[in-house]
C-alpha cells in the first residue's frame, strides 16, 4: 500500500500548462525532412497531428487526450492510418474503476484502484511515451505500471546543451525500457517536456533544433543501443578454450537432402575440425556437448535483410548466421558489421546489396539517391569498390536508366537485383539484365497495371488485390516467366510479408506467428495481432485473401519451371524467417528441399559454399542443434537448443529471458573441460 500512496502521490505532481502555443517536432531521417508531429495543448485538452511519409508510406494520426484533475489522461482517443493503410480507431478511458481501452488487437479493462493510470498506445504517436516519461521522472525509482501490460522502466543515460530557436537549451536522454523488446531513447528538456526521440537512423526533434541535435543523438542512440548487446554478447556467448566434441547428433544434408547415421561434430576455434561416427573418442582438454539424437542443421541464410543491431542477436538465435542486407544506411551498417566480425555483437555474417534510388517524392532515403543516369552509374562504381556484392535498384530510379546501370554493374562483376521501378514491368528489367527481382507483387504488378499507374505510393500493395483476375497459363504470364527460365533470372518473393498483408486480421493472431507468439512479451503479442494492409470492406479483404492465393499459385508455377526462388523475409528474419521456409512448402517443395535452400544452395548463389552451407570437415563452425527432425516437419527448425556462429556458441534459453522471450526448448547438456 506503501508504494501505490507513493506512485499516487508522485503522478498528481504531473501538469501541464493551461494555454501553450503548439509546439512542433519534425523527424529526420538519412538527412531528409519525412515529416511532423505537432503538439496543441489548451487546457485539459491536447490534440496531435502526426505525419510521417517516407518510401511512399508511412503513419497519419491524429489523437485528442483530455487529462483528468491529476493531469493524466483521462481520455484518449487516435485515429487515421498506420504505416501501410490499415485505419486507427484506438481508445483509452480512465475512471474511479479502473482503465479500458480498444485498439486494433481488441477491448480490454484492468479494475480497481490499482490499476495503471498510464497507456501505451498500439498505433499513435510518440504522445504515449513522452507524457509516460514526463510521470516517470517523479515516480518511485522512475518505475510505473502501464495499461494494457507491463511495466515501464527510465534510466538516466545523457546529458547535452543545443542550440536554437530559445537558445541554448538543457535536456538530458533517458532510455525508456519495459514496454517493448527493445528500449526507446527519449530526450526531455528541464521542464520534463518532450525534446526528442531518438534512433540510430532516425530523430524526432522539436523544430528549430534540427542542425544542431540531430546528429549527436543519433548517435547517442546507436551507442547506447549496441551497449545492451555489447553486454549480452559478454555474458552469453561462449568461447571454448579446446575442442568441442558434440555427441550423438544426426547432421542434415544437404546434398542428399537427408538427415544422417548419428554423427560426432568436433569444433576448434572457428572450423569443424572432424565429422566422425557417433561413439568417438575425446581428447584431452575437450569441452563435450551432448546432441541427445537432435539433428545438427547448417546456418540458415536470410536473403533479404536490412539489418539493424536490435534483430542482429535475435537472428542468430534463430540459426540465422548469414544474411544478406538489401538496403541500409550505409554508415550505420558498416559501424554493425565492424563490431559484429569484431565479436563484440552477436550478428550473422553480412553479404551487402548497394541500395541505388532515384530522386523523387516518394524516394526511400537509404542507400543512395541519385538524380541522374551518371549518378546512378557513379553509385554502381562507388559500391562496386568497396567490396559489395550486388547493387539493388529501387522504385523512383527512371527505368529507362537500367540499362546502362546494370552494364556497368555487370562489367565491375556486381549482379543486380530489384524492385521494378515504376512506370516499367517485369520483361522490361529482365531485358535490360536484371539477375533477381524482389518480391513478388513486384513481378506480378506489371501483369494487371496500366503504363501510367505509379507504383512509388501503397498502390504497389493495394493494386494486388487485381490479381485474382490473372490466368498463370495466359501468355503473358508463361512469356515473362519463360524469359526468366532462359535468362536464369532468379526470383525472391518474400511470401511470409504477403500473407501478413494480404490475409492477416485485427484482433487475430497473424498466421505467420501463431507458433511463437505466446513466447513473445504482451507489448509484441499486441503487435502481432493487428492487420497489416488495411481493408475497408470485407469484400475489400476477400480480394487481399484471393490475391494472396493466386501468388502461391504463381510461385508453384515458377518452382516448377525451374526458376531458382530464394528465401527472405523484409521482416527482420528470425521467427520470421522461420516461417518464410515453411511458405515455401506450400509451392512445391518439400520440407528437406527447403533447407538445402536455405543452406548449401543459398552458399552456391553466393560463391560461399567452400565455407560454408554444410556441415563437414574444414568448414566455418556455422550451425545449430535441434530436437527433431525437420526433414520430417520443417516447425523443427523452431526450437533451436544451440546455434554455432564462427565457433562461438550460444544457447537460446538462457539468452531469450534475457529478452523478455520464452524459451522453445532447454539447452543441452555440457561437460567443460577440466
Known sequence: MRFNLLVAAALTTVAYPVCAKPIEYRMIADDADIGHYIVDREGTTITVDYNIKQNGR??????????????????????????????????????????????????????????????????????????????????????????????????????????????????????????????????????????????????????????????????????????????????????????????????????????????????????????????????PGETTIDGAGGTLVPGLYEMHGHLAQQDALLNVLAGVTSTRDMGNRDDVLDKLVTRIDAGELAGPRVVRSGFIEGESPFSARNGTVVSTQDEAIAAVRKYAARGFWQVKLYNSMKPEWAPAVVAEAHRLGLRVAGHIPAFSNADAMISAGFNEITHVNQLMLGWVLAPQEDTRTLFRFTAMRRFPTLEVSS??????????????????????????????????????????????????????????????????????????????????????????????????????????????????????????????????????????????????????????NPTIDLKAVKSISMVVKNGVFYYPAEIYPKLSIKPFTPSPIVTTAN
Not at 148 to 156: Q, R
Not at 242 to 250: L, S
Open 475 to 628: 501468355t503473358n504470364v508463361q512469356s515473362t516467366l519463360d524469359s526468366m527460365v532462359a535468362r536464369k533470372v532468379a526470383h525472391e518473393p518474400t511470401i511470409g510479408i504477403h500473407e501478413l498483408g494480404l490475409t492477416a486480421l485485427d484482433g487475430r493472431t497473424n498466421p505467420g506467428a501463431l507458433d511463437y507468439i505466446e513466447h513473445m512479451p504482451p507489448a509484441e503479442q499486441r503487435q502481432l495481432k493487428q492487420a497489416l494492409f488495411g481493408a475497408d470492406s470485407p469484400q475489400q479483404r476477400a480480394e487481399y485473401v484471393a490475391a494472396y492465393g493466386k501468388i502461391l499459385e504463381t510461385l508453384t508455377e515458377m518452382n516448377r519451371k525451374g526458376i531458382f526462388l530464394i528465401p527472405g523475409t523484409d521482416m527482420g528474419g528470425a521467427f520470421t524467417y522461420h516461417r518464410e521456409l515453411e511458405l515455401f512448402t506450400k509451392i512445391g517443395m518439400t520440407p528437406a528441399q527447403v533447407l538445402s535452400r536455405a543452406t548449401l544452395e543459398m552458399a552456391q548463389y553466393l560463391g560461399q559454399d567452400q565455407q560454408l552451407g554444410s556441415i563437414e570437415k574444414g568448414k566455418l563452425a556455422d550451425f545449430f542443434l535441434i530436437p527433431g
Open 58 to 283: 508511412g503513419p497519419t494520426i491524429a489523437e485528442k487526450i483530455t487529462l483528468g484533475a491529476d493531469g493524466l489522461p483521462a481520455n484518449w482517443t487516435i485515429t487515421g492510418r498506420t504505416t501501410f493503410g490499415n485505419s486507427v480507431d484506438e481508445r483509452f478511458t480512465r475512471n474511479a474503476k479502473g482503465v479500458s481501452w480498444n485498439d486494433l488487437a481488441g477491448p480490454g479493462t484492468l479494475q480497481g484502484s490499482d490499476a495503471p493510470r498510464l497507456y501505451v498506445a498500439q498505433n499513435g504517436s510518440v504522445s504515449d511515451i513522452a507524457i509516460l516519461a514526463k510521470a516517470l521522472l517523479t515516480a518511485p525509482d522512475m518505475t510505473l505500471k502501464v495499461a494494457p501490460a507491463g511495466t515501464a522502466k527510465l534510466f538516466e543515460k545523457g546529458r547535452h546543451s543545443f542550440d536554437g530557436p530559445a537558445g541554448l537549451l538543457a535536456v538530458t536522454t533517458y532510455e525508456l525500457g519495459g514496454l517493448a523488446l527493445n528500449p526507446s531513447y527519449i530526450v526531455l528538456d528541464a521542464t520534463g517536456e518532450l525534446f526528442a526521440v531518438a534512433s540510430a537512423d532516425s530523430v524526432l526533434v522539436r523544430k528549430g533544433y534540427e542542425k544542431t541535435a540531430v546528429e549527436p543523438l543519433r548517435v547517442e542512440a546507436e551507442q547506447l543501443g549496441a551497449e545492451r548487446f555489447v553486454v549480452l554478447q559478454k555474458d552469453n556467448a561462449k568461447h571454448y578454450g579446446g575442442p568441442v566434441r558434440i555427441r550423438n547428433v544426426r547432421l542434415f544434408d544437404p546434398v542428399a537432402k537427408a538427415v544422417t547415421a548419428p554423427r560426432d561434430v568436433v569444433v576448434f576455434g572457428n572450423r569443424i575440425s572432424e565429422v566422425v561416427p557417433s561413439g568417438s573418442n575425446a581428447t
